[in-house]
């Protein structure tokens, strides 16, 4: 049984550019959680996608928008990229129900040069 | 103040030492609470969750005092695989769905030393 998995493990991005990170979520999970984590941080939620629609948002601007797919899977997308934005984001899973436990993926560590 | 703080660390313990980390939060209407552990450039891990009866998992034990808004965990007899980072998680609110929006600290480093 595969876990969450995302893709890509690594990017390097420059400043102004868009990225697109991908993450699946682990077998029987319907909700997907992002998280960025800053170097020295702990993970800050961004947002929460369930039934292919934002149900959380934490407090990031616009420029971060996600989608999920029917099969569960999602997007997170940041455009108009910062040096700020270099960090971990991770991916996590859980199944709809209260005390449901998340899952993480191993992230995707993301450069802005 | 931070919604949930930790002394960053980190400790620095021999082999076989107890060690206790300390958390504290704002929000007095949180929900539920958990300690992850997360290794280095790794994804954060769910260690055990938190409850105010405390609860214990081997040498691992967690109490939560709500009145205080203070969570603890305690090692006793620490390991060489217990280096890692510790993560104080709360839930600040019943969602009445899964546990997306987790409030982290920054997590308290542990090196254990042979």
């Known amino acids: 049984d595969a876990g969450v998995t995302q893709s890509p493990t690594h990017l390097i991005k420059t400043r102004g550019q868009q990225v697109t990170l991908r993450c699946s979520p682990k077998s029987g999970h319907d909700t997907v959680s992002w998280y960025q984590q800053a170097l020295g941080q702990g993970p800050q939620f961004i947002f929460q996608?369930?039934?292919?629609?934002?149900?959380q948002r934490g407090n990031f601007p616009d420029r971060f928008s996600g989608h999920q797919f029917p099969n569960y899977s999602s997007e997170l997308n940041v455009n108009a990229l910062l040096l700020g934005d270099s960090a971990l984001y991770l991916c996590?899973?859980?199944?709809?129900?209260?005390?449901?436990?998340?899952?993480f993926g191993s992230g995707t560590q993301l450069s802005v040069l | 103040r931070k919604e949930v703080e930790q002394d960053p660390g980190p400790f620095n313990v021999p082999e076989g030492a107890t060690v206790a980390f300390n958390c504290t939060y704002s929000n007095s209407a949180s929900q539920s609470f958990f300690w992850y552990r997360q290794d280095c450039r790794k994804e954060p891990k769910l260690l055990m969750s938190?409850?105010?009866s405390g609860n214990e998992d081997g040498r691992f034990t967690a109490q939560l005092n709500r009145a205080s808004q203070y969570i603890s965990l305690l090692i006793r007899d620490s390991k060489l695989s217990d280096s890692a980072t510790y993560l104080c998680v709360v839930n600040p609110m019943n969602y009445g769905g899964s546990q997306g929006n987790l409030i982290f600290g920054k997590g308290t480093k542990l090196s254990v030393k042979p």
């Open positions: 996590a899973s859980s199944e709809d129900r209260p005390l449901g436990k998340l899952f």
């Open positions: 938190v409850y105010s």
């Open positions: 996608y369930y039934e292919e629609e934002e149900r």
